[in-house]
């Protein structure tokens, strides 16, 4: 049985137009879910959206219209941008969804069986921006430490025992550290669960628009409980083929999800899980938050940025390129005009194209548009640039795997520096004249790069990459990673077309 690969990204809130910050992270994703495919994994990859809750409730009262209606419009716009955005999702859930009522309702009564939920009244602070309930310490001026206003909430309520999870928790972090990452947002969790944990009100009485809790129609699900579910409802839980699914997908190997939310995902879920007994999620990474040109990204500043006009303004591949290796994953990011035209004048068109380019045109030009043949033997220069080719794939997996998709990124960036290096030193445009053969040697040593260089990048750059395994003539079934590595190599022979250059360069229009 191949080995598999489940991940997520958090589902999104249909109050709200897709911008960068959900095609970021539903980006990585993609990278990884790509990446892992390509290595063989039979891989699940979840996203979707969040459709319960009072905000969505009264987005759909400011607009007029049921949030039935109203929902099933904003969910397509989500799903409409995976397919532009060539996000290789395998599921797209809906909170509103009869399957996700059945895994939410099984999971309830669960917890209700294990004597983990129990009837009181809540009176507190509720933000209905990031849906969430806050302490009275935890309010100044009316807000949220988030910023979200909050208003005074008094209602009858369901509550999870979350103050008994308190210890388990902490032992689960203790025992898996990679359980949450990076270390700096595990420590925050764990700082948090460590100052004490409340029980949660997991209902709500006073608005309608969620999932009916079992046996008590007064009552909604607390809309988080009701969200986090979808990891789970996705693979099966609470359906009819539950037992051919759901052991064989769950655990998720990874929720990816933005810092904002890293609470809910890393407390409130594994202690529902723990109490459902139900395994926990092996990963959850919190990246960080996108600015545009310094500032915050935000519907009232008028700055959001909508990664469809990025996209076509720079290119769906160069996008897709600048955010995952512009920021060490994990960290916060500026979206700049600046920094995007740098990296993709930079990286892409010089240091990646124009090789590509100057390579494959040297090789149509003066080998009669035939690959050179793989060499007899090899020169030191060859030895060293091909050694550190071969040894990519092994760091490759290593990054992905910790999420570190810059690291990923900028390894094989070293390897094109390195093949840019070995070209001007082996200069095969004066080997022509000298020692034909040689140039034959050193052409193919530099199309042999290109090619698992182009196999390495699909995961970032699907489009690109295809368009440089074309031109090398890689057959389609000959693109996945068990290709990479010296024992590999490509054998030469093929008949190439004429190269066109793959990465464009940004040219900056002429100030009126
Ligand atoms: O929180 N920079 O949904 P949401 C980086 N429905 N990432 C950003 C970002 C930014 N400026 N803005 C948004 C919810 N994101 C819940 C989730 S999951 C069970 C329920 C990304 O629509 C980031 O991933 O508010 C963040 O966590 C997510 O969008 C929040 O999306």
């Not at 892992?36 to 009072?54: A, N, P, S």
């Not at 399957?99 to 999971?107: E, F, N, V």
């Not at 080719?389 to 490759?396: I, S």
């Not at 034959?440 to 196999?455: F, K, P, Y």
């Amino acid at each position: 049985m191949s080995k598999s690969y489940y991940l997520t990204t958090p589902i999104y809130y249909v109050n709200d137009k897709p911008h960068i910050g959900h095609a970021y992270t539903t980006l990585a994703c993609d990278a990884l879910a790509r990446f892992k495919r390509l290595d063989g994994f039979d891989v699940m990859f979840l996203t979707g959206t969040d459709e319960h809750g009072q905000k969505v409730q009264k987005s759909a009262e400011d607009k007029g219209i049921d949030p039935k209606t109203f929902t099933d419009q904003v969910s397509q716009n989500f799903r409409d941008l995976t397919a532009t955005l060539n996000f290789t999702n395998d599921d797209f859930i809906r909170t509103t969804e009869e399957r996700h009522y059945k895994s939410c309702q099984k999971l309830w009564n669960t917890l209700i069986e294990n004597g983990d939920i129990y009837l009181g009244s809540y009176a507190g602070w509720y933000a209905v921006r990031g849906e969430a309930f806050y302490a009275e310490s935890e309010i100044t001026d009316g807000k949220a430490p988030s910023g979200a206003p909050v208003e005074w909430v008094e209602e009858p309520s369901y509550f999870f025992r979350l103050s008994a999870y308190q210890d388990k928790l902490l032992a689960h972090y203790d025992a898996n550290p990679d359980f949450v990452a990076p270390k700096s947002r595990l420590n925050e969790v764990r700082s948090f669960v460590a100052g004490g944990l409340n029980d949660l009100s997991v209902s709500r009485a006073s608005f309608s628009w969620g999932v009916p809790v079992p046996g008590d129609d007064a009552h909604v699900m607390y809309v988080w409980l009701d969200a986090l579910t979808n990891y789970i409802t996705a693979a099966g839980y609470g359906q009819d083929d539950e037992a051919d699914r759901f052991p064989s997908r769950w655990p998720a190997d990874l929720h990816m999800v933005g810092k904002d939310i890293v609470r809910f995902h890393a407390v409130y879920w594994p202690a529902f899980l723990m109490a459902a007994g139900v395994p926990l999620p092996k990963r959850v990474y919190a990246h960080g938050w996108w600015t545009n040109e310094g500032q915050k990204i935000s519907k009232s500043l008028g700055n959001v940025i909508d990664p469809v006009d990025i996209a076509e303004t720079y290119g769906l591949d160069q996008m897709r390129y600048f955010l995952l290796r512009e920021v060490p994953f994990g960290n916060d990011g500026d979206f700049s005009h600046n920094a995007m035209v740098h990296r993709m004048n930079g990286d892409l068109a010089n240091d990646l194209g124009n090789l590509s380019q100057r390579v494959l045109s040297m090789i149509f030009k003066n080998c009669d548009g035939v690959m050179p043949s793989k060499p007899a033997a090899l020169a030191e220069a060859d030895e060293t640039i091909l050694k550190e080719v071969d040894g990519l794939l092994e760091r490759q997996r290593y990054h992905y795997d910790n999420q570190q998709f810059h690291e990923a990124l900028k390894d094989i960036w070293d390897v094109v520096s390195a093949a840019n290096r070995y070209v001007d030193d082996m200069a095969p445009w004066a080997l022509r004249k000298t020692d034909f053969d040689r140039m034959g040697d050193v052409l193919w040593v530099l199309a042999e790069t290109l090619r698992q260089v182009a196999i390495l990048i699909q995961p970032v750059m699907p489009e690109a990459s295809a368009a440089m395994l074309d031109q090398l003539v890689v057959p389609d079934d000959a693109r996945g990673f068990d290709q990479l590595g010296q024992g590999s190599h490509m054998q030469g022979g093929q008949a190439i077309d004429k190269p066109v250059p793959i990465f464009p360069r940004y040219v900056e229009e002429e100030s009126a």
